[in-house]
């Protein structure tokens, strides 16, 4: 699904100029992320739930080269369906 998937979508649903849909998409694309920022997940009834875990420094190898190398700590989103979206899928 992309950007340009969802505006289409809200422009066939809610009658509204190619512009408008754009830019609601990228309203609820920011506002989804703000969320995630701020509370750390985030909730779509009947669809899932987004959560942001830490990652912890690990060594991973160069697939290339074999060679050992070293990943920092960081956060990553999480996604877990709801059952609805699991039945329906």
Same mark, same amino acid.
């Given at each position: 699904?992309?950007?340009?998937? *969802?505006?289409?979508? *809200?422009? $066939?649903? !809610? /009658?509204?100029?190619?512009?408008?849909?754009?830019?609601?998409?990228? $309203? !609820?694309? =920011?506002?989804?992320?703000?969320? !995630?920022? &701020?509370?750390?997940?985030? =909730? *779509?009834?009947?669809?899932? &739930?987004?959560?942001? /875990?830490? &990652?912890?420094?690990?060594?991973? !190898?160069?697939?290339?080269?074999?060679?050992?190398?070293?990943?920092?700590a960081g956060k990553t989103v999480r996604f877990k369906a709801s059952p609805v979206l699991k039945k329906a899928v």
């Amino acid at each position: 699904m992309s950007k340009a998937f *969802l505006a289409a979508v *809200l422009q $066939d649903s !809610l /009658h509204c100029t190619g512009v408008a849909a754009v830019k609601a998409a990228d $309203d !609820l694309v =920011t506002a989804i992320v703000a969320e !995630l920022k &701020t509370e750390g997940g985030f =909730t *779509l009834p009947s669809f899932g &739930t987004f959560t942001v /875990h830490k &990652t912890k420094a690990r060594r991973a !190898l160069n697939p290339r080269t074999g060679e050992p190398v070293k990943v920092k700590a960081g956060k990553t989103v999480r996604f877990k369906a709801s059952p609805v979206l699991k039945k329906a899928v």
